[in-house]
């Protein structure tokens, strides 16, 4: 699919419609008096299949006290109190 050039005043005139072109695969090139200033391309497809559970297995072990409760000073920032 080929490139479409298009000034800022068109791209915000109708932004609806480059959106579903950049949807389509499309990439647009923003021009600023007919020099090319940027591009906008489609993002890659979100993944679609669910994460096995279990990667990181064996990698990293939580040691005993990430389950302690934290101290108070900390709590205290947490609930935005100072003292």
Do not use: W
């Amino acid at each position: 699919m080929s490139d479409t050039e298009i000034g800022a005043y068109e791209a915000k005139t109708h932004l609806s419609r480059y959106l579903k072109r950049l949807a389509r695969g499309e990439r647009i090139v923003l021009c600023l008096r007919n020099v090319p200033i940027a591009e906008i391309r489609p993002l890659p497809a979100p993944e679609t299949k669910p994460r096995p559970i279990g990667l990181a297995k064996g990698r990293f072990s939580v040691p005993p006290s990430f389950f302690q409760p934290l101290p108070d000073d900390v709590v205290r920032m947490f609930e935005g109190r100072s003292s």
